[in-house]
């Protein structure tokens, strides 16, 4: 891997080109092993920078001077909660720029390097709204409401942000923002969440509303109550990740991000967590040990843990393992580069089990009334319940399923010449993914071969060898086509992309069809929703944008995580469950 240039695989890229779709993917995929996307190395450099200077120093300085604090007095602000409540702030508003998770070249966002705001603050571009059935959110572009509204929020954000805070009736000495500064923000971004929720997500809102509910209401219950309703809240991120991890997907990701991992730089280690390379690219028992203790247990038992500890020293060691846990997750850059949210998890995780010990009548006992803690725990996992339960009606990241493996995915097949009609999108700041290559002095073809090895990184989850597998049973002319992962379609038409397939489903794919005007047979997509708790099966779709809706079906999960990435054997079994074209797509198993 070099510094300052990507380590371009060792094929001749016209030739590599036209290969057929599954060989190019055994190529790919076993390179993968060694070198993940075989990313520059200054790239991770940048991003480890901009995590220190770019938003904890500035964060940490804007927090302390507008609360009468000295940043470099760490002793006097580190333990108060108003550095807590505005740091959660500061991040939230840079998610809602899009400064924060799913920027830069890591989520092929190589020209710009930002999506975001330069989308969201533009009337006529692609906006989605999570419901039909709301009046008033007619529409699939932004109108200057929507752009009027987001700014507004952005504003009411920074608002409380400086605002300067004091003592509430019983939380001397410990200073607060003032709660009714909050109001405008929390009634901001949910009514641009009815509108979009392209911003309402990209916003984290499924952590950070929650957090300003309990800030703006809470304080006046007791101090103690909020610091409390506050370990409930991070309590319950952890444990509903960590729930979600339990299954089938999960350990199927952990190879994917060492492979990927600029930290670990001897092969011998990355090929430890596949079972047999070349041979056999499944998981190891290492990987397994990494997912189901380190993982999946670690991430439930500890947090549980903390929520109920009184012995300081099992609360200290508690924290270093979750403090280790983020610090983990930020040394592998995973995909959607999160990295902002865990080191503000790795503060939280201080400030509120060393900072506000349950011993020191901030447990759960401690909440008053009583009956509270019921009714935040109930408003706290009606979303993850409900999201396991129908992934349909919730996207995974108030379902907490952030990095779980069990995602709604879609790949996009474009027929020679399709792709170029996407510059029909007249206001979309983001160029296709080969013409951002191209401007960086990426030579095309090159640019070709790169984008189609990313595709390697969804062949290694377990839901890629369903997708491929259903584009190579039914798409026909499918090693003729140009693949693009719906990740990337949803970048460069929604403006951001965060791992979450709802962004790049139906809704969006009729926006763009709206605009595009693709023709039939121009571009042939396969979609499949997240494995709902209730069976080990997903349920897929295959989509053309000018017809619609062609197949539906499902396959099961086992059946994918059984299979190598690359499918030497053959397609998975599919099940068509309904068709509209039963010569093409004939209902049942295949």
Not at 188 to 195: A, V
Not at 368 to 386: D, H, Q, S, T
Request: net charge neutral; aromatic share 12%.
């Amino acid at each position: 891997m070099g510094f300052t240039k990507p380590d371009l695989p060792e094929v001749v890229p016209e030739e590599y080109l036209a290969l057929p779709l599954q060989e190019r993917l055994a190529i790919s995929t076993h390179r993968w092993v060694d070198y993940g996307f075989g990313t520059a190395k200054i790239f991770f450099l940048i991003y480890a920078i901009k995590l220190v200077f770019f938003y904890a120093l500035p964060g940490i300085i804007i927090t302390t001077a507008t609360s009468g604090l000295h940043f470099w007095e760490v002793d006097t602000w580190w333990d108060q909660p108003i550095i807590y409540q505005k740091l959660i702030i500061w991040t939230m508003f840079l998610e809602s720029l899009n400064l924060a998770g799913a920027w830069g070249p890591l989520t092929n966002k190589f020209k710009p390097w930002t999506g975001g705001f330069r989308f969201w603050s533009r009337t006529g571009t692609i906006r989605l709204r999570p419901w039909t059935w709301v009046p008033g959110t007619a529409g699939t572009t932004r109108t200057p409401l929507d752009v009027g509204m987001y700014f507004l929020f952005l504003i009411s954000l920074v608002v409380a942000l400086v605002a300067p805070g004091g003592e509430l009736e019983d939380s001397a000495p410990h200073r607060l923002i003032d709660p009714k500064l909050l109001i405008a923000p929390l009634v901001l971004i949910c009514l641009i969440g009815f509108r979009d929720k392209v911003v309402f997500l990209a916003s984290r809102a499924e952590q950070y509303v929650p957090a300003l509910l309990i800030f703006a209401i809470l304080p006046y219950a007791s101090f103690a109550t909020m610091i409390v309703a506050g370990k409930l809240l991070i309590v319950v991120v952890w444990v509903g990740a960590g729930l979600s991890k339990v299954g089938l997907h999960f350990v199927n990701v952990i190879p994917v991000m060492v492979s990927n991992s600029p930290m670990l730089p001897w092969k011998s280690l990355r090929r430890a967590n596949y079972r047999n390379y070349p041979n056999d690219l499944r998981p190891s028992k290492l990987a397994r040990f990494m997912a189901d203790i380190l993982g999946a247990i670690g991430e439930i038992a500890v947090p549980i843990l903390l929520l109920f500890s009184v012995n300081r020293t099992l609360t200290v060691v508690g924290v270093v393992f979750m403090i280790c846990y983020h610090l983990f997750i930020i040394s592998t850059f995973p995909l959607a580069v999160p990295l902002e949210w865990n080191l503000l998890f790795i503060y939280i995780s201080i400030i509120l089990f060393v900072g506000f010990p349950a011993g020191d009548g901030y447990s759960v006992v401690d909440m008053n009334p009583p009956w509270l803690i019921l009714v935040i725990f109930a408003m706290l996992i009606f979303f993850p319940v409900l999201g396991n339960i129908r992934p349909d009606k919730v996207s995974f990241l108030p379902s907490l399923r952030q990095y779980a493996g069990n995602w709604a995915v879609g790949l996009w097949a474009f027929a020679p010449g399709a792709e170029d009609k996407l510059n029909r999108l007249t206001k979309r700041p983001i160029p296709p993914l080969i013409d951002q290559l191209e401007a960086i002095d990426v030579p095309r073809e090159w640019g070709e071969v790169i984008g189609d090895f990313g595709l390697s990184w969804r062949a290694m989850h377990s839901q890629g060898r369903g997708v491929y597998s259903t584009m190579m049973r039914f798409v026909q002319d499918i090693d003729l086509r140009r693949i693009r992962e719906g990740e990337v379609m949803s970048g460069i038409c929604t403006g951001f992309n965060f791992g979450d397939g709802h962004l790049h489903d139906e809704n969006m794919i009729a926006a763009v069809q709206e605009q595009v005007r693709f023709d039939p047979g121009d571009v042939m997509i396969v979609w499949a929703e997240s494995q709902p708790i209730t069976r080990f099966e997903q349920d897929f779709k295959i989509i053309d944008p000018a017809v619609g809706v062609l197949a539906k079906g499902t396959w099961s999960v086992r059946d994918c995580v059984n299979a190598q990435p690359w499918l030497p054997d053959g397609p998975i079994p599919l099940n068509i469950t309904w068709t509209s074209d039963p010569k093409r797509f004939p209902l049942g198993v295949s």
